[in-house]
């Protein structure tokens, strides 16, 4: 099992310019969730989906942040137009159902986005 | 407001003695405690859980003590080894995370120096 995918790894970018991440869950999982890591709020969850239906994204910090999940193996948060503040490490993860049961979500290896 | 709060940023402990983490929270409608493991550039792997209507929870090396009415929780770790150094987090969630709502502390280094 190749884990939860995400791509790039690193990204730096212009203020303004608009940012793309991706992410690829692991097969058979039915949630999805975006999380995003400061130093000064730590890991905070922006949205998650259910069986490819975006079901909670009052995390989500502004409109500038969207987030799609086309099929059950792949989703996209992105934003449009990038600020510096955005900079941080961004994390997907999936979990077999919406619950954490005793083993909670397994994450990516996340995406550091700079925006400069 | 921070619900799940880990007080100490970083923790240093000798190699072969015990490593103490600590996690407090404020919502009384937890019931599921998480700890999670993160190395620089990696994502959080999950480490141990407990359930709220556990005490005690051990797995190896390491044990997650749970304390309701305190609202606290700890991870022990004995013996810590050089390679137990990363971040923990602790985690927690209501409704045994129906609602997506896993939470998350912000995280506390261990150093474990041989």
């Known amino acids: 099992d190749a884990g939860v995918i995400q791509s790039p790894r690193h990204e730096v970018t212009e203020m303004g310019q608009e940012v793309t991440l991706r992410c690829k869950p692991i097969?058979?999982?039915?949630?999805l969730f975006w999380y995003r890591q400061t130093m000064m709020r730590g890991l905070e969850l922006l949205i998650y989906?259910?069986?490819?239906?975006?079901?909670?994204d009052s995390g989500m910090p502004e409109d500038r942040f969207s987030a799609k999940m086309p099929n059950a193996s792949f989703s996209t948060l992105k934003i449009q137009p990038s600020e510096p503040r955005d900079s941080a490490v961004y994390f997907c993860?999936?979990?077999?159902?919406?619950?954490?049961?005793?083993?909670?979500?397994?994450f990516g290896s996340g995406t550091r986005l700079t925006v400069v | 407001d921070q619900q799940v709060k880990q007080n100490s940023p970083s923790l240093s402990v000798q190699e072969g003695r015990i490593s103490i983490l600590n996690c407090d929270y404020t919502?009384?409608?937890?019931?599921?405690f998480l700890w999670y493991k993160k190395y620089p550039a990696e994502g959080p792997t999950f480490l141990i859980s407990?359930?709220?209507?556990?005490d005690k929870n051990e797995d190896g090396r390491f044990t997650v003590f749970l304390n309701k009415s305190a609202k606290h929780l700890s991870l022990h770790i004995v013996p810590s080894q050089p390679g137990d150094s990363a971040v923990y987090f602790c985690?927690?969630?209501?409704?045994?995370?129906?609602?997506?709502?896993?939470?998350f502390g912000k995280g506390t280094k261990l150093s474990v120096k041989p």
């Open positions: 993860a999936s979990s077999l159902t919406l619950g954490t049961g005793k083993s909670g979500y397994t």
């Open positions: 097969s058979g999982h039915n949630s």
């Open positions: 989906f259910n069986n490819n239906v975006p079901i909670d």
């Open positions: 919502n009384s409608m937890f019931d599921y």
């Open positions: 407990i359930s709220s209507i556990k």
């Open positions: 985690a927690a969630s209501a409704w045994g995370g129906s609602q997506g709502n896993l939470i």
